[in-house]
Every structure is written in structure tokens, then in C-alpha cells.
């Protein structure tokens, strides 16, 4: 079975300068957050982070990206996402602060999101916690004793690499597993999967989920549950979350671009932590490249903090607001 890997970040030249904070909307954060401790390494080589307490019907939801100066999150040459980073000439340590970025959100979060095809394109990715420093701190500080759970996405499961190094890891890793898929996709799980499942669902609404009375998720390595909801091959993403929520999951890393970009238009990610690497792509491949807004009518974000790493790197962490209008009294404003 498989092992998951750790390592120590060099922290010589991690440090991130933060240059702004919206100090009225941190302590807002810190005063509705189930957390008291700040992790030591982020408290000393990023800023303090809290996150406020989930909503009632979902997980509170934040992703992180890393893009090009011009909006790119990938070359058209190799598709690679973290190559934007890694691809920084004039600062290498800057695209080491950008992997250590999304390791510290990692290990906040009690869930990851990772697309189907995220798999099929990095066959030895797993999302967890890779720095041993964080993963120490996770459960010192916060109190997370395992790792984040991977609920892996995918509209009819046909797209799923059952055969990925990440649902074959040794259990005494304690990486949970999870699918989240449509009536369709459970379909061909049971006909295709040499996984050993267990299904919670088919959820079309909450009221179904509710009645199902779900406990919190089980830590039994061995099974991997698929979360079924919607129609045919139309998962809900409402209601998965709702599942989510039910399960135990109180905060989400998502880490699909094109499935943070759907939460966006949807109104459930909260928060985007987007990383801009200074250099020049190019090309058509950007986040939300198949959902466009309206010039009266598009989601807004207050920025929350502002790092940089050298001249080359910018850190930002921007609170989505939605249903912003013009003209009308921003207190009114939905977060």
C-alpha cells in the first residue's frame, strides 16, 4: 500500500511580507471563529488566520490559486498549474510560499475538494497536509487529529482513476476518502469500482438528507463512501454540502478550479486566497473561463490581506460578496 509524504520547509527565505490588513474585518473573523490558537509557523512567516464558523447548511468554503500576472492559471505549452509558480525564475522561494500557502489552508481545512480530472492528469497527487511542521501544528493547536478528508468530484464517475495512488494508501495514514457524484455516477461505481463503497444517499433535497439522520464520518480507511445527489447525471451541489456538513466537515479547501468556479456562481465559496506570480502566460486558460457575469449583476470581493515575497510574488486573501447592486446600502451587502 502506499505512503504519504512529508517534509520539512526551508524557512530561510519563506517569510511573506504582509503589507496590508483589513484589521476590522480580521477581528470580526477572529470573534465568530471556533478557533483560539493561531498556527505558530503562520503566526511567524505569513499573518494570523481565523476562519469564521461554518453556515448552518454547509461548510465555510475557501479555495487557493495561484496566477499568472495576466490572469492565467496555466501555459498553453503543459498544462501543469503549479508550473505558474515554479516557472518564477527571478523567485524560486516565492513558488516554495505558494505551496507553503496552500499546505497552511490544508491544514485548517477538515475537507479537501479535488476534481476527478485533477486526479487523471497527477497520478501520485494526494491532498494532505505535506509539511510535517503544519501537520504537528494541526493537531496541537487546532486540534485535528487526522488528516483533511479528499471528497473527490465528479459529475457520473466515468472520469474517477479507481486505480489512483491515493485510494490505495495505507490506512494507518488515516486519509479518508470520499466521492461525491451523481445517481448516474453511483451507477457506474457499482459496475466499475474495485473500491469497497458505502452510499449515503440518493439525496435530491435537504429534507432527504435529514431524514436519513447521518452521524459523522467514520474513519474506516478500508470503505469510501460516494455521496449521491441530484439527477441523473446532474449532481446538486447544494445538497452535497449539506451532506458534508452532516458528516462533520465545518471547513473546505476547494482545490478544483472549475468546481470553485461553479461554487462561485452558485454563492457558497466564501473566501479565495489567490496567489499572483509575476511573470507572463498568455493564452485562454483562466479560472471561470465558462461561467462570464454580468456587468450589473457579478460576485465582488473585499480583500482581506496583502503579502508580497521579493517583487515577484503577491499573496492575497479576498472575501467573495454577493448580490452586490449599485446604489444601494452596503450593509444590506450578503457575505
Known amino acids: 500500500m502506499n505512503k504519504l509524504f512529508f517534509f520539512q520547509t526551508p524557512k530561510e527565505n519563506l517569510k511573506i511580507n504582509v503589507v496590508f490588513r483589513d484589521e476590522k474585518l480580521l477581528e470580526s473573523f477572529k470573534a465568530d471563529s471556533a478557533e483560539t490558537e493561531v498556527l505558530p509557523d503562520v503566526h511567524d512567516y505569513y499573518t494570523d488566520i481565523y476562519f469564521p464558523k ?57 475537507g479537501i475538494i479535488v476534481g476527478a480530472n485533477t486526479l487523471a492528469k497527477e497520478p501520485g497527487i494526494t491532498c494532505h497536509v505535506y509539511d510535517e511542521d503544519l501537520t504537528r501544528q494541526r493537531r496541537e493547536h487546532l486540534g485535528k487529529k487526522h488528516q483533511p478528508v479528499s471528497v473527490v468530484v465528479s459529475f457520473d464517475a466515468t472520469d474517477i482513476p479507481f486505480d489512483h495512488y491515493t485510494f490505495d494508501v495505507d490506512p494507518a495514514e488515516e486519509l479518508k476518502m470520499v466521492i461525491a457524484t451523481g445517481p448516474d455516477g453511483l451507477d457506474y461505481i457499482q459496475k466499475k469500482s474495485p473500491l469497497k463503497h458505502v452510499v449515503y444517499g440518493p439525496f435530491t433535497c435537504k ?104 517583487s515577484n510574488f503577491l499573496f492575497t486573501r479576498q472575501k467573495i460578496r454577493y448580490n452586490v447592486k449599485q446604489e444601494t446600502d452596503l450593509s444590506a451587502y450578503k457575505y
Open 207 to 310: 429534507e432527504d438528507v435529514d431524514k436519513a439522520e447521518l452521524a459523522p464520518l467514520d474513519r474506516d480507511y478500508d470503505v469510501v463512501p460516494v455521496i449521491v445527489t441530484g439527477e441523473g447525471k446532474n449532481p446538486d451541489g447544494h445538497v452535497m454540502m449539506y451532506v458534508l456538513k452532516k458528516l462533520g466537515l465545518e471547513k473546505l479547501c476547494v482545490e478544483s478550479p472549475s468546481y470553485c468556479a461553479y461554487m462561485l456562481k452558485e454563492q457558497m465559496l466564501d473566501e479565495y486566497f489567490i496567489n499572483y506570480s509575476m511573470v507572463f502566460v498568455g493564452g485562454t486558460t483562466t479560472p471561470g473561463s465558462f461561467i462570464s457575469y454580468g456587468h450589473l449583476d457579478h460576485p465582488h470581493a473585499d480583500l482581506i490581506s496583502l503579502g508580497t515575497h521579493k
Open 54 to 110: 461554518a453556515p448552518a447548511d454547509r461548510p465555510y468554503t475557501f479555495s487557493s490559486i495561484v496566477l499568472s500576472s495576466d490572469g492565467k492559471m496555466a501555459y498553453q505549452d503543459n498544462p501543469s498549474g503549479p508550473l505558474v509558480a515554479k516557472n518564477n525564475f527571478l523567485d524560486p522561494d516565492g513558488s516554495l510560499g505558494d505551496f507553503w500557502v496552500l499546505n497552511v489552508l490544508r491544514s485548517y481545512a477538515d
